[in-house]
């Protein structure tokens, strides 16, 4: 929320049993900690900045904000990311929550520069390959993924990309654009074979049984 004023951020942290009463005039809602179990009517279709993080919400809405540019529904009880479908996303952080797999919705998000869903129960990545190509950052870490075969190469923006503690056995660096910098693989436990070595700014193996090759 530093991007705005103070007259333009609303808060209302951690006041459970108390009645919200929105500021319709705001830009950036930061509701962490309500026990919400779904997005407040009253929240202006015209916000930019939405946290609702540490709730209750299992099934949500987003397509009426439509200005939105960084939701975080981090630590609540999604178990997909199917309704998220907004053209205008920057950054979208859906970490620790229920989801198994990534969405076809992505495509819709053709804004996004910042994806964080890591700590779910993701096993299928299948649909990342609809992610925007602005995409910079991918966020995947302490997720049930197996195999990475996902062809990246187009994402010419990408810059960060963290697997760390999955399930992991190999990994190819072909499939990833040569815009890689930081490339996080540690505590796969099972990761022994890393295929098309190439240099990173960061590469981290620890925890795991491969070797990197600079």
Known sequence: MDNFSEDECFYFNN????ELVIDSNCKAFELRRNKLEKIPESLPS???YLDISDNLLKNIETERF?????????YNLLQDHDSIKNDTLSELYIMSNDIKEISKS???NKSLIKFDIAANRIFEISNLKFISEKIEEIYLGANKIN???VDLTHLRNLKILDLQYNNLEEFD???LPKSVEILLL????RLC???NQRAFKMLDLGDTKAKSAE
């Open 15 to 18: 006041q459970r049993g108390k």
């Open 46 to 48: 015209t916000l930019k």
């Open 66 to 74: 439509t200005e939105i540019e960084v939701l975080d529904m981090g």
């Open 106 to 108: 992505l495509q819709y």
């Open 147 to 149: 195999n990475f075969n």
């Open 173 to 175: 660096c072909s499939l």
């Open 186 to 189: 540690n505590n796969n436990k």
């Open 193 to 195: 074979k890393l295929k």
